[in-house]
């Protein structure tokens, strides 16, 4: 897989967050625990949890709370003059196609006025690690794979680390100083804002540091913010850290741009049951694609074809399976489901494809 390329050609550089491989979120109450190498779970219905184990064979696992999760168990260490053992963290957006349910990501820097978000950690004093905060650019909406520029805020940092490539000054953002280093792990641009001491929470807008990814030649307005997303690379232990809370929300910078996906939902109906046939078109090319959307709380679906649909009521998930996964520039997909209802049939009313909104038919 791409990780473990990625691995091979950064054993000398320092800190990189490897983007986890494909793997659907399942919904998760609080204090679950992940110990699954690529192992993910739900929280707060709009967050997905990633244990993201990916430089190391030791065990690793972590545990959801409600609003976040910590690490239960670390083992093994690595090289400091190397990468680190993982990324557990949590994040918004699509990251390896793995989406979180109802995400705003992603979506085009020029339309998002502020992206809001708020973060807490909790941090122990017998690891090596930084805490990072990381922000995925991309040319295009991209849900799956690597994606071209990635920013990482270190809140914290402990032992002998540093970040990709060499450090090219200082800046102001949010209000705080930061160290800059800028460079590339062998795979995509990294651009890296060291603070100074550690900061154990703050509140600020994602798009400050976006700004800064742009003055230095890393991305551009067209581009696509595809994720964003807050955790710890540990180098050795890592036991006891944890993400107390985190939250992201997305403002529209102005007047909408036109729909660049459509949804056409065509129902037939009887006695307590129903089909729906729904077909997705866009006018850019998709590859990966997943649809959301919500049911009437008096439907539920109970079989699926030509798409993974889940859950079967509520807040709905169609992911595309391997035959329909692309979707071309200008062409659509379709698929469909059967389901129950009670009282009076009524259909969705919005649509969000990879979290752009879409107009309905």
């Known amino acids: 897989m791409v990780h473990r390329l990625f691995l091979v050609a950064i054993l000398a550089a320092a800190s990189l967050t490897m983007p986890a491989p494909p793997a659907a979120a399942a919904p998760a109450r609080a204090d679950v625990q992940l110990c699954e190498q690529w192992g993910s779970a739900t929280i707060q219905g709009k967050y997905v949890v990633q244990n993201n184990r990916w430089g190391t064979s030791a065990t690793q696992c972590i545990e959801t709370t409600g609003s976040g999760f910590r690490i239960v168990r670390a083992d093994g260490s690595v090289p400091t003059n190397g ?21 705003t990501l992603p979506a085009q820097i020029s339309t998002i006025g502020r992206l809001n978000s708020s973060i807490s950690y909790t941090y122990t004093g017998d ?67 060291v603070a100074p001491a550690a900061i154990s929470s703050w509140s600020f807008d994602v798009m400050d540091f976006v700004d800064q990814a742009i003055s230095h030649g890393l991305a551009n307005p067209s581009w696509y913010v595809t994720s964003v997303q807050a955790g710890f690379e540990p180098w050795q232990n890592g036991t006891g850290l944890a993400v107390n809370s985190f939250t992201a929300t997305t403002e529209n910078g102005g007047e909408d741009p036109p729909p660049s996906c459509k949804v056409a939902y065509t129902t037939s109906t009887w006695s307590g049951g129903f089909t729906a046939n729904v077909n997705v078109s866009a006018t850019t090319p998709v590859n990966g694609w997943s649809l959301n959307f919500t ?13 993974t649909v889940t859950p079967a009521t509520g807040a709905v998930t169609a992911r595309a399976v391997d035959h329909n996964a692309s979707i071309p520039p200008n062409g659509s997909q379709s698929f469909g489901f059967q389901g129950t209802y009670t009282g009076t049939f009524t259909r969705p009313d919005t649509f969000t494809l990879n979290g752009t909104p879409c107009a309905v038919s």
């Not at 049911?295 to 798409?307: D, E, F, Y």
Request: charged share 15%; net charge positive; proline share 9%.
């Open 83 to 103: 990468a680190p053992k993982s990324y557990p963290s949590v994040f918004l957006g699509c990251h390896y196609t793995n989406c979180s349910p109802g995400s």
């Open 127 to 193: 690891s090596i690690y930084n805490a990072s905060y990381d922000i995925w650019l991309d040319p295009t909406p991209k849900r799956d794979g690597v994606n071209k520029t990635e920013i990482m805020i270190w809140f914290n940092r402990v032992g002998p680390i540093q970040p990709i490539g060499r450090p090219v000054g200082t800046t102001t953002v949010g209000g705080r100083s930061w160290e800059i280093w800028t460079g590339n792990n062998g795979g995509n641009d990294v651009i890296s804002f």
């Open 295 to 307: 049911l009437p709380s008096t439907q539920r679906i109970t079989n699926a074809w030509n798409a």
